[in-house]
């Protein structure tokens, strides 16, 4: 894995917010007991949180009750800058002490990650402005073409052994899955999930098929395998792409399936239908504009566009450290900002489904299979990766369990397309999760 | 009908922006020549509306042709002051005209209203932005306590045996019905749409609904009858719920149903479900906030909401006429408006639907019926009432078929409720229309 050394470096702290983490230890320092105005410090940060169910364990030992409710949790803060960092920038610096391994977490970590943003969730109601502005004191990174291939290098180009090694066997979709049924396996959920897509999308065979951002190319091959559609499949990730050519060329559907290692943006010609999965979180707001533009005159006259995305009740912006060490430049949209795309082009809305909790039982899923190949990540990478990609999981857990993260697959067509279907009714008739998958 | 002369005048002219059309006519002059900056005035009014297939018969039979395609409809002018009357406003003068008989249309009139709708819509595109700025140059009446009252009783208080006479014999439904196959009556239709609308709220026996703005009671009354439900049900319209308490009386209802005859903002008590047909049309966007509040305190914490309403892919006011002389204060908003509600209480979105084409087809099957007891309607009220009601109903199935209007249903809960179907299958296991209906 030439990507470990290289990569390694993303996940660590290096921003100058949380420069206090990098100052030297010192032996005797670690062990002193806390101040008076340093436990008044944690107090005042767990009020500001909606004083969660949460106790903390100093680093001598000392323990930190919650001041309303028994704890539930526990967290370990292994020294005492550790702590002057987490008052200072909580909503980084939780990820990175975590990752650092100078914070530990007692309990189930996705349970104490939902208790936190709910009970944050709830403070912030009556939170004070300047506070609130606080919070949200940073802006995504640029979307331009370049900054976009940086972006999606970061994360995307992780190499593909390592997402093998937790992501589905079917057909490696790293976004949502759709559970029919709660016990379904993940396979079972991925494959129903490209197949509720291909059914919205009202495909038929000899059809014509866009892409935007195929990740390793699963939809393209089963709309190619089970629909007999012709697809362009775009996307900027080498890596991926490479692994969707050879997957595509070995099943034999390489004269149906077209992999352009592109930007989105320089998407030609026209389609019976335009599709999204996952790509919209990284398209940044600025450029909604520019995509229903490029939607409006990639799709025929009687063509249906589904965009999947994960997304947000009302605007808000990417937590601080998942924007900054996982996923640069992201952004959730609002169904509200979401119609921008819409409205600009006159584009008519036929359906909007959200899957929130289908979202949760996925990345439910991937950690099961994350902690069992731990051991692996750490060979491939080191411990600070492992670390930092379990909180990611378990935060996004979190985050969609406790209604902080939506997930829209919203599908609209021209405003002036009247071949509409009937009803949805045909997206039920059968069972969308494959037998014996 | 006690109405009839009361109500009359509300369709006629008295606007000061169409005024020209009350001075009194010169019989010599009605038979005059067009003189030549007169034709370049109606071919200036035509080009600026994207020049639709249109001709026109003049007053003296004189015709004149349109500049680009053969004419596949005629507009018959009967006076040249009506002439100026359209070129001076046509938005609202072309209604006036009609409904007044001194305009008067050879061919289908929602093929011609279509028609007519896609060649402006596609002008608009190009028009300046003052032009644009001319078309909108009128604000919706406001929708507070009183003039919401005044607005509800100039449409909805015409009375119970004018409705009766063209909606479903069902359940007297003016919303739009949910055609699961297209050679649906609009009976099986509008119970479809009533069962269609209880599958999205998940109704179990036993629950509490709350409705706001109930008609003539049919939903609460389906909801009663089929699931058993407690339904509290506000409209401020006295004539229709006079007949909704008598229905409920009468089918031995009325334990479980309450008509309050009160505006939906002094809704009280929580609620399973939270429903509204056909009423946000007449909130009025400054209301959204407020509306918002009130279904936050109104649905209990695994409540689910539901709101039914004509909308727009982007924002735009109401055709002047509609909004003029039969919907006080109507405004139907875009999606985008429409979050404003869900965004402002941090609520979720579960599911968006839009049923467009369906609203085209319960308007053909009232136009239907409308035609077939025309002269009763006549004998009612007057002919120009009777005409004006034409224009209107023509007006809105060329609306919607041309896509200038939506028809969204909106599902959405708390943004912390975990207690979610699983899939939206269960919409689609059986049959939504009533065998036999």
Redesign the interface.
């Known amino acids: 894995m030439p990507q470990g050394t290289a990569r390694k470096a993303d996940y660590s702290d290096k921003s100058t917010k949380a420069n206090i983490l990098s100052l030297p230890l010192d032996a005797m320092e670690a062990e002193r007991e806390l101040h008076g105005y340093e436990r008044w410090l944690i107090n005042k940060l767990m009020r500001t949180a909606g004083t969660p169910p949460i106790r903390f364990r100093l680093w001598n030992g000392d323990l930190i009750e919650p001041e309303q409710s028994p704890a539930r949790f526990t967290l370990h803060l292994k020294d005492h800058k550790a702590m002057y960092a987490l008052v200072a920038n909580p909503n980084l610096a939780f990820g990175d002490l975590y990752s650092a391994g100078r914070l530990d977490v007692e309990g189930d970590l996705p349970d104490l990650m939902e208790s936190l943003y709910?009970s944050v969730?709830a403070a912030r109601q009556k939170w004070p402005r300047w506070l609130d502005a606080l919070w949200r004191n940073h802006n995504p990174r640029s979307t331009g073409i370049t900054e976009a291939k940086e972006n999606i290098h970061h994360h995307y180009d992780l190499g593909n052994e390592f997402y093998r090694l937790w992501l589905d066997q079917a057909e490696m979709q790293y976004t949502c899955a759709?559970?029919?049924?709660?016990d379904n396996t993940l396979e079972q959920a991925q494959l129903a999930k490209l197949e509720h897509v291909c059914r919205k999308l009202r495909l038929k065979p000899g059809m014509t098929v866009v892409e935007a951002g195929c990740g390793w190319g699963g939809l393209a091959r089963y709309m190619a395998r089970n629909y007999g559609v012709k697809v362009h499949s775009y996307n900027i990730s080498r890596e991926q792409l490479a692994y969707a050519q050879s997957e595509s060329e070995s099943q034999k559907l390489d004269h149906l399936i077209t992999y352009v290692e592109d930007d989105y943006r320089n998407i030609t010609g026209q389609y019976d239908a335009f599709v999204s999965i996952g790509m919209l979180e990284h398209v940044g707001k600025e450029n909604y504009q520019a995509l229903s533009e490029l939607i409006k005159r990639s799709l025929k006259p009687s063509g249906i566009a589904l965009l999947h995305s994960i997304g947000r009740?009302?605007?808000m912006l990417m937590n601080a450290w998942i924007e900054k060490r996982i996923f640069p430049g992201a952004y959730p949209p609002?169904?509200?900002e979401f119609?921008?795309i819409?409205?600009?082009s006159?584009?008519?809305?036929?359906?909007?489904?959200?899957l929130?909790?289908h979202y949760a039982q996925t990345l439910d899923h991937w950690t099961e299979r994350f902690e069992a190949r731990a051991d692996e990540v750490t060979a491939m990478y080191d411990e600070h990766f492992t670390r930092a990609w379990r909180l990611y999981l378990a935060g996004s857990i979190a985050a969609f369990?406790?209604?902080s993260l939506?997930l829209?697959q919203v599908v609209f067509t021209h405003?002036?397309?009247?071949q509409?279907p009937?009803?949805?009714?045909e997206?039920?008739?059968f069972p969308a999760t494959p037998e014996g998958a």
Do not use: K, W
Request: a negative charge.
């Open positions: 709910r969730h759709y559970y029919e049924n709660a009740n009302r605007p609002s169904i509200g119609m921008a819409c409205e600009h006159d584009f008519s809305v036929l359906d909007v489904e959200n929130r909790l369990r406790a209604g939506q829209f405003g002036d397309n009247n509409l009937q009803t949805r009714q997206l039920y008739t």
